[in-house]
């Protein structure tokens, strides 16, 4: 694929960014009322991104729909990560936000490596597969941990905590 019409995928990823806000906002509320269905969600538009390009990747506007799909997952999912942290743990949150953001970290290092060697020795179909099995992975941690946790007030008041207390 030429340069040209890689830097267009990051346009649309853009675009969708700022045009789809009201579509998300209107996701979350008919379909991810909560902070654990809203990861639930993104990580089902991933899978379905990852799918349709592992399918479909033959046509550049297939990617575009993938990239469509992604990104609508990451927006579902960027705002809900901090959310969850602040509310499941309390005055614990910056360290379990500074873990995520660490692992965050290393996969944007090896994921590159990784995928970089699976493309030198297998082809983007082998990427693709992995970007599938990977996103498939997150939505089923993620609905195992929404069925285990299903306590309604995770963070007890008495967690919280004042400098001056």
């Given amino acids: 694929m030429d340069l040209k019409y890689y830097s267009l995928l990051w346009t649309v990823n853009g675009i969708v960014?700022?045009?789809?806000?009201?579509?998300?906002?209107?996701?979350?509320?008919?379909?991810?009322?909560?902070?654990?269905?809203?990861?639930?969600?993104?990580?089902?538009?991933?899978?379905?991104?990852?799918?349709?390009?592992?399918?479909f990747h033959e046509l550049y506007v297939y990617l575009i729909i993938g990239?469509?799909?992604?990104?609508?997952?990451?927006?579902?999912?960027?705002?809900?990560?901090?959310?969850?942290?602040?509310?499941?743990?309390?005055v614990n949150a910056p360290f379990y936000m500074g873990l995520a953001g660490g692992f965050a970290n290393v996969g944007r290092m090896i994921g590159p490596l990784l995928f970089g060697h699976a493309f030198d020795l297998w082809g983007i179909g082998a990427v693709f597969f992995l970007g599938t099995l990977s996103s498939l992975a997150a939505l089923v941690m993620f609905y195992i941990h929404a069925n285990m946790n299903k306590d309604p007030d995770p963070v007890p008041e008495a967690a919280f905590r004042t400098l001056g207390a």
């Fill in 17 to 55: 960014i700022l045009a789809f806000q009201p579509f998300t906002n209107w996701i979350k509320q008919n379909f991810a009322q909560n902070i654990v269905r809203q990861m639930l969600v993104s990580a089902l538009f991933s899978v379905a991104a990852f799918s349709f390009i592992l399918f």
């Fill in 67 to 90: 990239m469509v799909l992604a990104t609508l997952g990451e927006m579902m999912l960027l705002p809900a990560i901090p959310t969850f942290f602040s509310e499941r743990t309390g």
